[in-house]
């Protein structure tokens, strides 16, 4: 009777053993994955059979086909250099701005395409990862972030993509981490903010539709949330150049939080493009009274040069 006991405590062990082997090999592996990226990039060699022996010993960790996504994704780029008259192309600025002798732009841009092949590839590994690991926001807002940067002016799939997620957050209510921390509500809607100011900066007519349905469903969840507001205000302040619509929402946010910054910048912003006098010391004045002591004071000066024409 002893010697059974003492071999199943034995085996108990040794599987405790091992399931901690198996983390660490996990862990292992993301470390040699990381070194050899820094070293050799991820076009490199010995990239490859590394993730293969990954495979072979662990194919259920998550972080193996994340791994997948990042070496399938960055192989599916390639880099162009584009001449355009133009301020921005695809959100981004010029690497070089030129203006000719006759006044015209011809500025040059750096532009990203994806091989469709290699990128089919990747959207397959960081699904995968998401069903291992379904809570992990991380690799759910990885494979938005890539969509945007693949659909280039047409970021439809991904403007479906975080629709789907925003809805699947609000009824199903999961229990999220993000970069092995838990998220609060506040967290949710702050990193969704984040993809949706990726929608406003590339400022295609998709993107912008796009950016503006997202935040009015983000507000059926959250009404009043003065953050997606703002982003309907200036959804119509620079894309559908309709500033008394913009300013109704505006005011709308500072009729419930005269302390807004973001809206009271706005309203400044906006009255200032309209060469709108008295609608801008109007919202100087409440910079004066909320602003932070920076912005108060710009504020001030500004709202005394503006007394004295």
């Known amino acids: 009777m002893m010697k059974s006991k003492r071999y199943i405590l034995t085996a108990v062990l040794t599987l405790l053993s091992l399931c901690a082997l198996a983390q660490n090999t996990s862990q292992d592996y993301q470390r040699r994955f990381s070194n050899l990226v820094d070293r050799v990039g991820y076009e490199g060699v010995g990239l490859e059979t590394l ?42 600025d010029p690497i070089l701005p030129y203006t000719d002798s006759l006044g015209r732009r011809n500025n040059f841009f750096e532009d990203i395409e994806y091989d469709p092949d290699l990128f089919a590839v990747a959207e397959q590994a960081i699904v995968k990862a998401i069903q291992l690991e379904p809570d992990n926001l991380d690799l759910r807002l990885a494979k938005i972030g890539a969509l945007i940067l693949y659909e280039r002016e047409s970021p439809d799939i991904a403007a479906s993509e975080l629709g789907g997620l925003i809805d699947y957050h609000f009824i199903s209510k999961p229990k999220w981490n993000y970069a092995g921390a838990s998220v609060s509500e506040d967290d949710f809607l702050g990193l969704c903010q ?95 009274k909320y ?15 503006l007394s004295k024409k």
């Open 51 to 92: 993730l293969d022996s990954w495979e072979r010993e662990l194919p259920e960790d998550p972080y193996l086909w994340q791994a997948r996504f990042l070496w399938c994704f960055n192989r599916a780029q390639s880099v162009s250099y584009i001449q355009l008259d133009a301020d921005r192309h695809l959100g981004k």
């Open 194 to 288: 984040e993809y949706l100011f990726r929608f406003y900066r590339l400022g295609t007519p998709v993107a912008a539709e796009a950016f503006r349905s997202l935040s009015e469903k983000l507000l059926k969840y959250c009404p009043g949330n003065p953050l997606f507001m703002n982003n309907i205000g200036s959804y119509y302040l620079v894309f559908k150049k309709e500033p008394k619509t913009a300013l109704k929402y505006y005011n709308k946010i500072l009729k419930a939080h005269p302390d807004d910054l973001t809206a009271i910048q706005n309203c400044i912003l906006l009255a200032r493009s309209e060469k709108d006098v008295k609608l801008e010391k109007k919202y100087l004045a409440m910079m004066v």
């Open 291 to 305: 602003g932070p002591d920076a912005e108060r004071d710009k504020a001030a000066r500004r709202l005394e040069s």
